[in-house]
Every structure is written in structure tokens, then in C-alpha cells.
């Protein structure tokens, strides 16, 4: 059996499709896309709940990828897992979703540090990680494109020298989801979760070293909708 894998804008309609036709909204599909990530991160490793001394860190930026972040955050919290969230872009930046999500997690009491323009950064994510046995990468997704600017780029660097896992939500930032090129600063994660299907860039060899141990995270979607988009696309020669 042939597996479908999606490009970045069959990505978009996926999710558009999904919430206009489907009825689902977009903060189910994101709360399923962040519930769906500690699944497979508690299933990695189940021996982090309820051990304060090895606790995750989340890395967020501004979009979509953040708010999957905040969803992470809260259903770790749920569980029983010590979390951090450490805002990369002030909170004022948030919109749609993602700031919906900011704003619930704000009133839960998962720490929110926001380093968003600040100097030294690497020092200050060294002082924030003492505990830290996993660190979440949410800070860019399927849409971004090209060299990641500052500030995540130091937080990518800062990340891929750190001794402790890495987790990439969706895709790791810097790898692009067409063409499986990195940026001259991509992350490398142990373990990638994406969304719905394998992305296109997945299969490139250049992809490889970034990707880790590979999980597709299902966010609710019907699966007729993941053919359809992508038998839809084959058919005009997309």
C-alpha cells in the first residue's frame, strides 16, 4: 500500500476542509494535534510522571506551532508531568488559536517564562533547563520557509548542544516541509510528530538526519479527507 504523504499547502487544506466542511474547529484540531504528542512522548519514556527532578521544557514561537505547545504544556500538566513553557515571541504576538490556548494555559500553574528580547539568550534557556530531561520544539511549522531568524535561531542552536531529548512538533524547525532541505540551522530531534500524514520532504535523504524516530499524530481528521486532498492533487498533476 502506497503511503500518502502531504505537501505544505495540502496541509493548509487538509485543515481548511476539515474545519468548513467538517465543522471541526480549529481549537479541537489543535487540542487533538497537542494530546496526540504527549501520547507518544508518555509512551516513549512513561517514567517522567510524577518526577519533578526530570521535567519538559517547551520552546514556543508565535503560530500554529506554538499553540500545539500550549496544548502539549496543559495535558502534561494533566498528567502529571513537571513542564515549562518558554515564549520565544511576546504573548501580545499570539493570534486565533494559539493565543486561545495562551490564555488557558496562563491560568493553570505551568510556568510561562517569557524570553522573548532578551540578551543572552542561551544563558538564559541554560538557567531555565536545569531539570529538563525532554525539550519540545514548537516554534516553527509546516509554513515556514527558508533561514529561521532571531531569536529562534539561537534557540535552535541552543537546542541540537543541549544533552537531552529533543522532541519536534510537526516537523523540526529550519527542515522544510517540500523539500526536505534544512536551513543551515535546523533542529534536530529525536522524535518528530506530525500531523495527519508523513510531509513530502520527509523522503529526502537530506531529511534524514533531523527527522529521529518518526510518529504520525492523528488530529481528527476523517481519513477520506487525507485521500481526497491528495488524490484530488494527483489527478491536476500538483
Not at 531529548?165 to 523540526?172: E, F, G, N, S
Amino acid at each position: 500500500m502506497t503511503t500518502l504523504t502531504l505537501t505544505r499547502q495540502q496541509s493548509r487544506e487538509i485543515d481548511a476542509l476539515a474545519i468548513e466542511r467538517y465543522g471541526i474547529p480549529g481549537m479541537v484540531l489543535m487540542e487533538n494535534a497537542g494530546r496526540g504528542v504527549v501520547d507518544v512522548l508518555l509512551g516513549v519514556e512513561p517514567g517522567i510522571v510524577d518526577e519533578p527532578a526530570r521535567s519538559v521544557m517547551i520552546l514556543c514561537g508565535k503560530g500554529n506551532n506554538a499553540g500545539d505547545g500550549f496544548v502539549i504544556a496543559r495535558h502534561l500538566d494533566i498528567r502529571g508531568v513537571s513542564v515549562k513553557v518558554i515564549l520565544l515571541a511576546a504573548a501580545v504576538e499570539l493570534r486565533g488559536d494559539a493565543r486561545t490556548n495562551y490564555e488557558i494555559l496562563s491560568h493553570s500553574q505551568v510556568p510561562i517564562v517569557d524570553l522573548s528580547g532578551v540578551g543572552e539568550l542561551a544563558q538564559r534557556l541554560d538557567s531555565e533547563a536545569v531539570d529538563a530531561a525532554w525539550i519540545v520544539d514548537a516554534m516553527l511549522g509546516t509554513g515556514a520557509r527558508g533561514e529561521p531568524r532571531e531569536p529562534l535561531a539561537t534557540a535552535i542552536r541552543w537546542m541540537n548542544a543541549q544533552p537531552r531529548k529533543r522532541l519536534a512538533v510537526d516537523l523540526p524547525s529550519g527542515l522544510d516541509c517540500d523539500t526536505g532541505q534544512p536551513a543551515a540551522i535546523t533542529v534536530r530531534a529525536d522524535i518528530t510528530c506530525t500531523f495527519v500524514a508523513v510531509k513530502q520532504g520527509f523522503s529526502a535523504d537530506s531529511a534524514h538526519d533531523f527527522l529521529g524516530e518518526l510518529h504520525v499524530v492523528s488530529i481528527g481528521t476523517p481519513p477520506s479527507l487525507l485521500d481526497e486532498v491528495v488524490t484530488a492533487d494527483d489527478a491536476l498533476g500538483k
